[in-house]
């Protein structure tokens, strides 16, 4: 167990819908990253929050949002989904981000199916 | 998006056997993680590495972080069973604080 929780675990949904998926870091961790990882494919960076500011994006969508909250949970919104979105979404926490050298603990995932 | 070459793609081995993978980027890196996923979960942190030339051993398990920066390699040996699952790299770029993360081995162990 990393420490990291993800909820929902599995989500299915239509078309044209918007879901949120919501991750709870490591106890102690500030830095929250979300991935998405489509069938058969690598782990693609969506993005970076540290103590409720956006510190990098990657490759998403403008269909995508999240946020950070003071509590330090984060929320990875999807809307006006497509098929193409069905995948594993994962949150990873770490420590910060000013280090050189972060060391990122991945939760479970949300599996997320748009029929 | 960007991701880091692996290889090889798949490994299928026998139980006992040596397994050996590795990374290679075209930039530097100042760290290399190696993960380890199985289905539906998520992926599990296996050694972290954070100076070129490093060796690390967890168990089984033994990872290098390239003198060049731009490589990592991982070995299995005597694998077992449990083994299976697919192994991702990632390294994060000199300069940025991104990680970036390999496109997977899956390896499949036969008893």
């Known amino acids: 167990d990393s420490g990291v929780t993800q909820t929902p675990k599995h989500l299915i949904t239509a078309t044209g819908q918007r879901v949120t998926l919501r991750c709870s870091p490591r106890s102690g961790d500030l830095s929250v990253y979300w991935y998405q990882q489509s069938l058969d494919q690598g782990l693609q960076f969506l993005i970076h929050y540290y103590n409720g500011e956006e510190r990098a994006k990657g490759n998403i969508l403008e269909r995508f949002s999240a946020q950070q909250f003071p509590d330090l949970h984060s929320e990875l919104n999807l809307s006006s989904l497509e098929l193409g979105d069905s995948a594993l979404y994962f949150c990873a926490s770490s420590v910060a981000w000013t280090r050189a050298y972060e060391t990122q603990y991945f939760g479970p995932g949300t599996r997320l199916l748009v029929l | 998006g960007q991701q880091l ?34 289905p539906g979960e998520g992926p599990v942190l296996l050694i972290a590495l954070y100076k070129a030339g490093e060796l690390t051993s967890n168990g089984r398990l033994t990872a290098q972080f390239g003198i060049t920066r731009k490589d990592s390699f991982l070995n299995i040996s005597a694998s077992i069973p449990s083994d299976v699952g697919i192994y991702f790299c990632a390294g994060q770029e000199s300069g940025t604080y991104k990680y970036i993360f390999g496109t997977g081995t899956r390896l499949k162990v036969l008893a």
């Open chain 2, 5 to 38: 070459n692996q290889s090889p793609q798949s490994m299928f081995i026998q139980e006992g056997e040596d397994v050996s993978m590795n990374c290679t980027s075209s930039s530097i890196f100042n760290t290399w993680l190696w993960y380890k996923q199985e």
